[in-house]
């Protein structure tokens, strides 16, 4: 689907410089020349998730203020704060215990996952920084507003055909 989007951006004759994204699962490989940048603030509410925003072990507190710096620091910094937590923070992590169908599994699951999925998207948390002639946003947040203006104007409009709806849409980004 979104390839073929890209696709029909590119036959109107627009250029793609970057793509914002939420983070959806192969899209960062879908593009390997386009630069693709995962919204901090989608990030952001991933790491809430698993850790809550008041969060009661003092790794997960540790790890919770290090992502709110997301927005505000820069790709070197935040990469030397998370490696520092994790030298500090990993035998906490890699702790392990038999469950009562007695498999061995990780104490601090959802902690682990946290930082996973930090590690994982750290690519792409700062195309921003890596391409900043681009003047790429770190977030979704302006064309989230736009999305939400178009899903009420189509929740007033529900009653049209696929067809209308997508002519509605085509003039929704036209004006």
């Known amino acids: 689907m979104y390839l073929k989007g890209i696709e029909e951006i590119a036959k109107r004759g627009i250029k793609?410089?970057?793509?914002?994204?939420?983070?959806?699962?192969?899209l960062f490989q879908l593009f390997p020349d386009i630069p693709v940048q995962m919204c901090n603030f989608h990030q952001v509410a991933i790491i809430r998730r698993y850790l809550t925003k008041n969060p009661k072990l003092q790794a997960s507190k540790e790890l919770w203020e290090i992502t709110l710096l997301l927005k505000v620091?820069?790709?070197?910094?935040?990469?030397?704060?998370?490696?520092?937590?994790?030298?500090?923070?990993?035998?906490?992590?890699n702790e392990r215990k038999l469950d009562l169908n007695g498999k061995n599994r990780y104490v601090h699951k959802r902690l682990r996952s946290a930082y996973r999925s930090l590690t994982t998207n750290l690519n792409w948390?700062?195309?921003?920084?890596?391409?900043?002639?681009?003047?790429?946003?770190?977030?979704?947040?302006?064309?989230?507003?736009?999305?939400?203006d178009l899903k009420n104007k189509l929740r007033n409009h529900n009653g049209l055909s696929e067809t209308r709806k997508k002519k509605f849409i085509d003039e929704f980004f036209k004006a």
């Open 16 to 26: 793609i410089q970057s793509i914002i994204c939420d983070g959806r699962k192969g």
């Open 73 to 93: 620091t820069d790709k070197e910094s935040f990469e030397g704060l998370l490696k520092q937590w994790y030298e500090k923070w990993k035998d906490f992590l």
């Open 125 to 148: 948390l700062f195309t921003w920084y890596d391409n900043i002639s681009l003047k790429i946003p770190n977030t979704t947040n302006a064309i989230d507003g736009h999305f939400a």
